[in-house]
């Protein structure tokens, strides 16, 4: 990963959301808490 | 290792299918990563070492979900002060995680935050899954003594009786985090995939109650994620059906959770039940998951999901396959 760069280089840059993890890249039903 | 020789969609335990289903998770989810840590910039502070750990290939399970789904919360809502926690986390992480280690919630088995941000991201899910909050506090000193030893044995005794289940939930299961609450037995979230939060004995309770609570979770999962690469049911969105393991409602997919984690159950108690050291005056697993007060068996709340799937499911192909492959786990493997 050698994105890091030095404190005073470093620039926060826009979120892209296709860049984004998410489990389930489709709409979901609220089913994301397994819990009894 | 290569998938061609793996059934991706198995319902039947193994570890190199999980390992495959996984891999392009970490991918995905280390590539996130990356980017958020440019989004966030200097804010986040010295991300060095915790980036050259992700950097390294290692699995990323439990702790890296949350310390994700935290980040991207903080930066999507711009809460400057969530993201302050998030650098505190990251400033104190590890970067390292077990399999199946047995902790407990703020009992010093990680750095405080951390512990924060899990319970955050399991509170966030339960509110938005059930509509209330989650019910999980730290243990007492004597629930410690009592049920770390009780869920540490079911952990030895499931490796002993169902090797392949044991394996497969070691690839996927960083923690097994111990919590005292009265309402809740255990639990799942999939924004903290690898982590499974379990409830303190109550009394008369017996390790047997982990031992179920091990298979039943395990199978969660599993199931995410393999949710992950196939939706599995197309009609998910349309409304909701009764479960036969919850008081409300639940769309088709938590019904194919229930019926699948049901027969994970089911598959797991016959290897227990026919090791030598089964004793069933003492070792019986009574189950514990009675949100809905139902007392059916375990095999009646499984034909119950079965049956609503059965009526109601439009199926992808991967997940007919999946669902026509469950009776044989429920009583044949």
Known sequence: MPHVKSDDQRKPTALDTRKVFRLFDRPVQPVTDQSN | MSTASVDLFSVEPDRARAEAVARPIDVR????????FDVAGSRLGDTREIADWLASGVPLRGMAHVVH??????????????????????????????????????????PYVLDTLYFDVCDEGSR??????????????????????????????WARVDPDGYAEASALISELILVHSDTSNAGSSAAALGLVRISHLKPGQGWSRYFEALAHEAGHQVLNLL????????????????????????????ILHAGFVLARTLRAIRRLEADSLYDPATDEVVSAYNNARNEASFAAKFEDCRATLATHAQFTGQGQRFFDALPGLAYDA
């Open chain 2, 227 to 254: 949710l992950s690469a196939d939706p599995m049911i197309e009609n998910d969105q349309e409304r909701l059906y009764g479960s036969p393991l919850r008081q409300e409602q639940r769309p088709l997919t938590a």
């Open chain 2, 29 to 36: 989810l280390r590539e996130s990563f990356e980017h958020l």
């Open chain 2, 128 to 157: 938005r899954t059930y509509g209330h909050f989650l019910d999980a506090d730290p243990l007492s000193d004597d629930e410690r003594l009592v049920s770390k030893p009780a869920l540490q044995k079911a952990v030895r005794r």
């Open chain 2, 69 to 110: 789904a935290q980040l991207l919360s903080a930066l999507e809502l711009e809460d400057e002060y969530l993201l302050a926690r998030v650098a505190d986390a990251i400033a104190q992480w590890p970067g390292e995680h077990g399999s199946l280690m047995v902790t407990s919630l703020f009992g010093g088995d990680r």
